[in-house]
Each structure stands twice: as structure tokens, then as C-alpha cells.
């Protein structure tokens, strides 16, 4: 499996914190020949903390992703969006701790406009070296590619993308027809499965890589023949229709395999997870306790009974677990929901919702046949009930961000397309909860928006989630917002 980019470009790193400690030397001379005094402690604690933000930044969204491959403008936009994500969390950082500093905003501002110029020529200087001194004392290695013709344009893409500064490609070898002496955008086809081989035997090549050639007779021979030769081989193997990027080499009882995911998930992506979890889980359990003291005497009155509802979620690969909300429905909920079945908006019976719960605490139908709301209602439009689902992300049931987690009676009734949103840990939010038309969705577009999230997860994804929720709930708290949200549904 490929090293991730944080691993494998540790000389850009380096480079990346160097300019920024190179940038705030520099305010820090500059402010204190023009007599502005910036900090009023010993700033080594300042910059230690600003270098610590830009290392968790550069892990944390991948900001090297293909850096020696990015061409000028990508450069300039991906330096600008790392300078733009190391500005905020720095801004917040010090908010937290600014009592030690003072105009911090001007400091961070002027370090942050010289460490973008510093960083983005570094950058780029960098990569001019290592295009023309590809790798210290040694060559490039003469690699021969034999290949299909319909996937002849792809790997050489790719290996004049990813591997231009390890490899000279020689020529190519067609698997599937003869084509010797033709060329392909500049690369000639240099022999054909029968004569390859003594090619190789009279030619300087090194390595020779079958990449999804059509492995018949004359293929295999080939191949053969290349380890007699005491050539370096490689065969590209992977899972037809399955995104490759996604697919990793592994052992299982002592045999090679190759193992497919929705996603990939390495040991720090799971423990960058789990620790924003437990954060921001800690920090979400406090605000459930106080939820619970301010409105938990106007559940009771309302309705009599335990404040905090239990019920049986299906989570992670069919993992069951005991899912908590405050209550803001009626004790006999539950057994009154069968008779309410045809009245749910998803017809489908995959999940149950209703414009207006008879079950919700308050709800009532007057006279005159207008619909009363009460304060059940008022806690389940401004998600207030899931609060306690912070003790579920705590217990490690649940996650902030994921999949929603059905009922088991929902989960009887899945399909297969269904089953892989069930491949990752339930959470309280998630791309369905966000979107402005979730009470109007079908279950497959659920589905659609879960599974969307799995396969390009990473912890950016889950900020933005949590950012947006965040902004959700805060515009649910305002009165005149509900209302809005309330005559959009009418429409």
C-alpha cells in the first residue's frame, strides 16, 4: 500500500514548518525595530503552538496530496487553502489562551502573509530540484510496461504522474495485439509478446511491470522468461469494478491477497476519529446534563415518566446497542406506532416519519381542527433530544459524524444496497442530517448520501459536518427560523 502523503514527503514538511518559523522570526525582528511590542511573554511558546496547528493541518487534510506532481496554479491554490485552514484554527487557538499575547491578530496575520509567499516558493523550488535530481546517487530504473492497448493511456498517465521521478519508461509491449514499431503519445511500442524477450536480453531494462495484460499463454511465457532473466516483475492485481485506490495488498494464512474497502481507514485516520469524538463527546455531555436540567421538569409535567428514552439501534456490522434521547413522546409511543404505519411519509416502511406526531408530547388536535404543537415538539425541531447520544459517542456505540443507525425492525427489511451504510460506526449527524430536504427524501436517497460519506470520508468531511450542524441547530433555536422552516414544509 502507498505511503500517505504526510509519510512519504517528510522533505516538504520540513520545508512547510520552516517557512513558517523563518516567517514569524521576521515579524518578530521587523515589530521590534519599528518599536511594536507583540508579545508579552517569551514567544517560544507561541511558536511552538503555531508549528504544532500547521503539522496537525498537514496530516489532518492531506495538504501534500500529490504535491510533486501539482502544477503552478494547483500549487498556488492548495498553499492558499492550507494558509487559509492554518489562520483559523491559529485565530481560535490563540482566543483560548489570550492572555499571553497581545495584537495576536496582527502577529498571526503578518507571519501568515510572509509564510505564504516563503511556502509557496519553497514549494515549487523543491520540486524544480527533484525533477531534474530525481533521487540522490541514483539513477532512473529502465521499466518496460506490458500492457493492454485499452488501458495503455491510463498507465502511462499514470506513471507520468506517479512515478516519473523513480522510472524511464522505456517502451511498451501490447498483450493483445502486435504493434510493434507504432507509438503511443510519444512512447514507443518496442516489441511484441513473442520477440520481447530478447529485447529485454539485448536492451538495458531493469523492471518490467505487466499492468492488467491479458494473461494467456504467451503473456504467462513471458513472464517466465523475465524471472530467468533476474528482472524485477510486477503484476498489477486488483478487483475488476472496485476503485483501486482502495484496495490493499495483505496476508491471510500465509497467502497474498488483495483486500477491497469501501474506504481506507489507517490507524491514525481511526485515532484522529476516535480522539474528535471523545472532544468533542466530553464537551457534548456537559451540554446534555444542562439541556436536561432546563427542560426536563417540562417533559415531566407534560407527560409523567423517565426523562431519557431508550430504544435498540442496529450499528456498526449489525452491532447492537441501546441508543439514548430525551423523551418527547408519549410512554405508549411505541405501541401506538404500528396503527400510525400508513400514515408515515416514507412509504416504503424503511424508516417512520410524520409532519405531525400524535405521539409527541403536546401534540393535539383542537376543535376546530387546527394542529397544537407542544414542548415534545419544540425539542425534536431543534434536535435537543439527540443530546444525550453524546454518552453513546463516549461509550464508543456512536460516532459525531457517520451513518444514521436504524431500528431493528427497519434493518429486517434491508436489501443489499442498503447493507453498506452499515459498514461504519452510526453517528449524530451526517450528510443526510444537513441537507435542507431530509424530511423529504426516500430511504434510497439516504443511502445514497451515507454511502457518498463512507467512500470519501476523512476528518475535513467530518468538521465541515459538525460545522454545519452546528450552524443548523443554532438557526433552529430562532423562533422566526422554525416558523420558516414550518410554511416551507406547508409549500
Not at 516538504?12 to 511590542?37: A, C, E, K, T
Not at 507520468?160 to 523513480?166: A, D, E, G, Q, V
Not at 416519519?353 to 425541531?381: C, E, T, Y
Request: hydrophobic share 45%; aromatic share 10%.
Amino acid at each position: 500500500m502507498a505511503l500517505r502523503s504526510w509519510v512519504k514527503h517528510l522533505d516538504f514538511i520540513l520545508l512547510d514548518l520552516s517557512s513558517l518559523l523563518f516567517s514569524m522570526l521576521i515579524v518578530f525582528r521587523l515589530s521590534g525595530r519599528l518599536g511594536r511590542n507583540f508579545m508579552t511573554t517569551d514567544p517560544s511558546g507561541f511558536i511552538a503552538m503555531l508549528l504544532l496547528i500547521d503539522l496537525v493541518v498537514i496530516i489532518s487534510f492531506d495538504s501534500f496530496n500529490c504535491v510533486v506532481t501539482r502544477g503552478y496554479y494547483v500549487e498556488f491554490t492548495s498553499t492558499l487553502r492550507h494558509e487559509m485552514l492554518l489562520f483559523g484554527f491559529s485565530v481560535l487557538a490563540v482566543m483560548i489562551r489570550a492572555e499571553h499575547i497581545t495584537h495576536h491578530k496582527v502577529l498571526i496575520a503578518m507571519s501568515c502573509a510572509i509564510y505564504f509567499f516563503l511556502s509557496y516558493s519553497t514549494r515549487v523550488a523543491w520540486k524544480w530540484v527533484l525533477r531534474r535530481q530525481p533521487i540522490a546517487g541514483e539513477v532512473q530504473r529502465p521499466i518496460l510496461i506490458v500492457t493492454d492497448s485499452a488501458r495503455t493511456h491510463e498507465i502511462l498517465d499514470r506513471m507520468r504522474h506517479y512515478s516519473f521521478i523513480r522510472y524511464k519508461l522505456v517502451g511498451l509491449v501490447l498483450a493483445d495485439r502486435d504493434a510493434k514499431g507504432e507509438e503511443i503519445e510519444g512512447v514507443p511500442v518496442v516489441a511484441n509478446l513473442d520477440d520481447a524477450a530478447e529485447f529485454l536480453c539485448r536492451e538495458w531494462v531493469d523492471e518490467v511491470f505487466f499492468f492488467h495484460a491479458s494473461m494467456d499463454k504467451r503473456t504467462e511465457n513471458l513472464l517466465l522468461q523475465c524471472r530467468e532473466m533476474a528482472l524485477t516483475i510486477h503484476v498489477s492485481v486488483a478487483i475488476q469494478g472496485i476503485d483501486e485506490r482502495k484496495q490493499t495488498i495483505g496476508y491471510i494464512a500465509g497467502y497474498e491477497v488483495v483486500t477491497a474497502n469501501v474506504n481506507l481507514m489507517e490507524p491514525r485516520d481511526a485515532f484522529l476519529k476516535r480522539s474528535f469524538d471523545i472532544v468533542v463527546g466530553l464537551f457534548g455531555s456537559l451540554c446534555a446534563l444542562i439541556v436536561l436540567i432546563l427542560i426536563g421538569p417540562l417533559i415531566y409535567i407534560a407527560s409523567p415518566g423517565p426523562l431519557i428514552f431508550c430504544q435498540e439501534r442496529i450499528g456498526e456490522n449489525g452491532h447492537k446497542f441501546r441508543m439514548y434521547k430525551i423523551r418527547s413522546m408519549y410512554l405508549d409511543a411505541e405501541e401506538r406506532k404500528a396503527a400510525l404505519a400508513k400514515e408515515s411519509t416514507h412509504e416504503d416502511g424503511m424508516m417512520f416519519k410524520m409532519d405531525f406526531d400524535p405521539r409527541v408530547i403536546g401534540n393535539r388536535i383542537l376543535p376546530d381542527g387546527r394542529q397544537k404543537k407542544g414542548i415534545g415538539a419544540f425539542i425534536r425541531s431543534t434536535s435537543l433530544d439527540e443530546f444525550p447520544q453524546f454518552f453513546n459517542v463516549l461509550k464508543g456505540d456512536m460516532s459525531v459524524v457517520g451513518t444514521r443507525p436504524p431500528t431493528p425492525d427497519e434493518w429486517e427489511k434491508y436489501q443489499l444496497r442498503h447493507r453498506a451504510r452499515m459498514s461504519v460506526k452510526p453517528g449524530m449527524t451526517g450528510l443526510w442530517q444537513i441537507n435542507p430536504d431530509k424530511d423529504y427524501m426516500s430511504f434510497d436517497d439516504v443511502v445514497r448520501l451515507d454511502t457518498e460519506y463512507i467512500s470519501n470520508w476523512g476528518t475535513g468531511v467530518d468538521i465541515r459536518i459538525v460545522f454545519m450542524t452546528a450552524m443548523k441547530f443554532l438557526r433552529g433555536l430562532i423562533p422566526g427560523k422554525q416558523e420558516e422552516k414550518q410554511h416551507a414544509k406547508v409549500k
